[in-house]
């Protein structure tokens, strides 16, 4: 049986495919990035309700790894089953697609169980972590963990779909059925986090004057809201697949569902616990302040990830496509296309949050040492804009070809540097020196993948090189 759902990335104008699954993954990450800035600058409002902002937002920013951490677990099932998923569609193999789709599924909502429970009961002794010696901060942080891990199993299992749809090189509905949750979210941000808000200089709320944890509210409803939408999608005609995961299990789909996926979440979570680690060496050696600066200048940076994020999605879809498809030659071009956005895209980047550093962060702060401290640190992680640009677009690339270890080989060594690095720069640059380990490790992963890829490429689809495998 044929595969009727899916876009077929095969054939026609290369460039033109890659635009039309990257630009709606763009629109979604930008839907996302706004929903991000939205949420921060609401949480650095809450001075409005008596709170102290920088003290809000760095509570915000120490619960914001354990979501990077269930990421992380999320890719072990969502990796496996996009990549299988669009190779299956290239193959044009309907009842091997739903094998793959109902056993990724099993597995997703196994680990959405897990995450939740751990979340909840563990929020105190995750947060002990960080030391932060303020016990408001500590307060807030649990507040948020335990109502954001109550959306767990919508967070988990929103991303299980998203991967299909992706697979399948539907990015458009992605982005429908995902802005839908986030303008949910970015209207109540406010309403539960404030205690007045006007809309449009016209209508007047009364909010519910939640504070941080208003925030925790309005993602978890968002994510809920969204998952809703899936499950109507899933019991209508237009479903990419029947869920039967009874009826489908298969131990070994699993297995090879997430070998796929494990070297992804190795280097998520090796990712995220580096970064709480920095994290922690942040706080405790020069206090909250720094905390809220690398919390908003992650979300300001995201302008260069999102664009880069829509197309790794889209060259692992069109990559896994046509290596199902054993169209070799289409495989090379797409990541050549893609190169010549992509690189003149990352040095624009670079210039813009190097020269308005300063300009930006003062959307969100006014402090002059917030806004000094924050202007360093955008100029520092500028540079590396370009190059964590390439790293995530030729993983996408070595995802569709089923290659899901190497750039996670890179990835680890580049993360695993970063924390001795941090300590020696830090002895003579200060807060600004880790802020360098890290801008300076995004570099040099950036140019090994683009090397990587580059000759590997070359292996493609040639006598004795490398070939599709069937499975």
């Known amino acids: 049986m044929k595969v009727k759902n899916k876009l077929d990335l095969t054939t026609g104008s290369i ?192 909010g519910l004057e939640l504070g941080v944890k208003g925030a925790a509210y309005a993602t978890a409803i968002s994510q809920t809201f969204i998952l809703l939408i899936y499950i109507v999608i899933y019991v209508s005609t237009y479903r990419p697949f029947s869920l039967r995961p009874i009826k489908q299990f298969s131990l070994s789909m699993m297995k090879k569902i997430s070998s796929l996926g494990v070297y992804v979440t190795l280097q998520s979570v090796l990712f995220t616990i580096i970064a709480m680690v920095i994290g922690i060496i942040v706080v405790s050696y020069y206090g909250e302040g720094p905390m809220a600066i690398q919390r908003v200048g992650s979300q300001i940076e995201a302008v260069a990830w999102m664009v880069a994020s829509g197309f790794q999605v889209a060259l692992y879809s069109f990559v896994g496509q046509n290596f199902g498809a054993e169209q070799y030659d289409r ?38 040492e917030t806004l000094r401290l924050g202007k360093i640190y955008l100029e520092i992680l500028s540079m590396s804009q370009l190059f964590m640009i390439l790293e995530l677009s030729t993983t996408g690339v070595f995802n569709g070809l089923g290659q899901t270890k190497i750039p996670s080989i890179v990835g680890v060594t580049g993360n695993l540097i970063r924390i001795p690095a941090a300590f020696v720069l830090m002895t003579g640059l200060g807060v600004s020196g880790i802020w360098w380990a890290v801008s300076i490790t995004s570099i040099l992963k950036g140019l090994v993948l683009t090397l990587w890829i580059i000759l590997y490429l070359r292996k493609v689809g040639v006598k004795g090189g490398v070939l599709f495998e069937n499975s």
């Open 331 to 368: 495989v090379k071009e797409g990541f050549k296309t893609a190169m010549k956005l992509l690189i003149p895209y990352g040095i624009i980047i670079n210039l813009v949050l190097f020269i308005f550093a300063k300009d930006l962060f003062k959307f969100f702060f006014d402090n002059p």
């Open 15 to 206: 460039l033109f495919k890659l635009l039309r699954v990257a630009i709606p993954t763009l629109l979604t990450s930008i839907v996302q990035m706004t929903y991000n800035l939205t949420d921060m600058f609401w949480v650095a409002s809450v001075d409005r309700i008596g709170l102290i902002s920088e003290e809000a937002v760095s509570a915000v920013g120490t619960i914001g790894f354990y979501p990077w951490f269930g990421f992380g677990i999320i890719l072990l099932a969502k990796i496996g089953t996009s990549v299988k998923v669009s190779q299956a569609a290239g193959k044009n193999d309907m009842e091997l697609l739903e094998k793959i789709g109902n056993n990724g599924f099993l597995l997703m909502l196994g680990f959405a169980i897990l995450y939740t429970l751990f979340g909840y009961f563990g929020a105190n002794a995750y947060v002990r972590l960080f030391n932060t010696g303020n016990i408001r901060i500590d307060t807030y942080a649990i507040d948020y963990m335990r109502v954001i891990v109550l959306a767990g199993t919508s967070y988990f299992m929103v991303n299980f779909f998203n991967g299909v749809y992706d697979g399948l090189g539907k990015t458009l509905s992605t982005f429908m059925i995902t802005a839908s949750g986030l303008f949910i979210n970015i209207i109540l941000d406010p309403i539960f986090i404030l205690d007045e808000i006007t809309f449009f200089n016209i209508i007047t709320v009364n």
